[in-house]
């Protein structure tokens, strides 16, 4: 292994003034009240191995990384680390702002173990990854954050690090130099490189990690498979009180759903070519209800049956119904589509379009939601959540929402598909010194 954090414990001193800051910091006391950011944390990483860590704010995400790259030390347990370790925790941490960038990236990367020669050496790259220009010798404290981020990360990203930290870096930046950063990612994990990753970032978590773990007031809760380990921080996210520590504790005791499905579902359609009753989802989760019910998440082809065996192309309906137990306003409803590993694909909501909310909803009414879809999508099984919401003391609230509330398989699709999606290709191959032509096509069907 090669991050090791056993038994680890981090508290620290709860002060109500400067005067008794100063006094814990000259003289401490064993009996000075004190806040637990991290209690009896077991936690392992292998090489190669990426692992994402999710809680919501406060839970001890940042103080577990900072203990790992030693800024702080635990008061109990302990640490083991193999290789070199980079972080990139705070924007900025390591640079000083007096300093130029080129300054900088000499200071920061000899800091993380290279030599001066080996910087050198790797300036150019540091530099053309950075994509900074002249900005370079300039002093840091005159960078805006992207520009400080493109540095950072860039030093980081070339010290060829055995272990690389990073807590929701990622988030800053814009769209084309978060792709550079994921690839440069993507790099480093097939080098074999360990990742331990933090974000709030579903999707993120989900794509880049092999395993995720959730922490919650300082106590590691689980640790699985990401999608799994999401969707409980997802869930305990919006609970509060006495509910949420019953669901806290039923993570704990490993238990992954403590709520029942809607009960007011319809009898299960029979099978048919089209429909197999063997294709459920093992994975269903439903939030607490507030007010609604969602029931009978399904499928329906343009003739209106149920289905779950869909072929390539073709429009389909994704329809569940809401039912009221008591009046709302301004009501939508929303979808989406996952893959196996819970990346999201496409999705859609009424909430956004005033001409497709539904201004009033009376208790003991049932909302249809209808979502038609063309099916571009190569073989395999995906996900569907569900969600209805609606304005309350003007905020707009989930009234109830599932994950993996219906599974579909597409069987049939053209052969010559790769990737995610189908974006009804046509490839024309042509030898011009022959003028022969062949032509393959994937044609939506008429709907």
């Avoid at 090791?4 to 000075?32: C, E, H, I, M, Y």
């Avoid at 370079?136 to 990360?153: A, H, T």
């Avoid at 990612?185 to 080098?191: E, I, S």
């Avoid at 880049?208 to 799994?228: F, H, I, N, S």
Wanted: charged residues 20%.
């Amino acid at each position: 292994m090669v991050v090791s954090v056993l038994k680890v414990t981090k508290s620290f001193a709860l002060a109500r003034g400067p005067w008794q800051r100063l006094r814990q910091a000259l003289w401490p006391r064993p009996n000075d009240e004190r806040f637990y950011a991290l209690r009896n944390i077991d936690f392992h990483a292998h090489k190669g191995e990426t692992v994402g860590i999710v809680g919501h704010n406060g839970s001890g995400k940042s103080t577990l990384l900072q203990l790992i790259c030693g800024v702080m030390q635990p008061d109990q347990g302990r640490i083991h680390l193999q290789g070199r370790v980079a972080a990139l925790l705070e924007l900025g941490s390591g640079f000083n702002p007096e300093f130029t960038g080129r300054q900088n990236v000499y200071f920061n990367a000899q800091l993380l173990g290279l030599t001066r020669q080996e910087v050198e050496a790797r300036f150019e790259a540091i530099t053309e990854f950075a994509n900074i220009g002249r900005f370079i010798d300039q002093p840091v404290k005159n960078y805006s954050s992207g520009m400080m981020l493109r540095l950072v990360f860039a030093v980081v990203m070339h010290i060829d690090p055995d272990v690389l930290i990073i807590d929701e870096a990622l988030a800053v930046g814009d769209d084309a130099f978060r792709r550079k950063c994921h690839a440069k990612l993507k790099q480093l994990q097939a080098k074999g490189v360990t990742l331990l990753f933090v974000s709030h970032s579903a999707g993120q978590v989900i794509e880049l990690c092999d395993r995720a773990v959730l922490l919650d007031q300082g106590e590691l809760l689980m640790e699985g498979k990401p999608k799994q380990v999401v969707q409980q921080y997802h869930k305990l996210l919006h609970m509060e009180g006495e509910e949420r520590q019953t669901y806290r504790q039923a993570i704990i005791d490993g238990l992954r759903e403590t709520d029942t499905k809607p009960s007011k579902a319809k009898t299960e359609a029979p099978s048919t070519g089209d429909y197999d009753p063997g294709v459920k989802p093992a994975s269903t989760m439903w939030y607490a209800s507030d007010g609604a019910h969602i029931h009978h998440p399904h499928i329906e082809n343009q003739h209106g049956e149920t289905v779950n065996m869909l072929n390539g192309s073709e429009t389909y309906d994704y329809v569940y119904q809401v039912a009221f137990d008591r009046e709302a306003f301004e009501v939508g409803g929303g979808m989406m589509i996952k893959t196996v590993s819970g990346f999201e694909l496409a999705g859609a909501t009424s909430t956004r379009d005033h001409t497709l909310r539904i201004p009033y909803v009376a208790a003991g009414q049932t909302l249809e939601m209808r979502f038609r879809f063309q099916c571009n999508l190569p073989n395999g099984s995906y996900f569907l959540n569900c969600g209805c919401s609606a304005l309350v003391d003007g905020e707009r609230r989930f009234l109830h929402r599932g994950v993996d509330a219906a599974m579909f398989t597409v069987v049939e699709q053209s052969q010559h598909v790769t990737g995610a999606v189908d974006l009804v290709s046509r490839i024309v191959p042509r030898l011009l010194d022959d003028e022969v032509t062949a032509s393959s096509e994937a044609e939506p069907s008429a709907s």
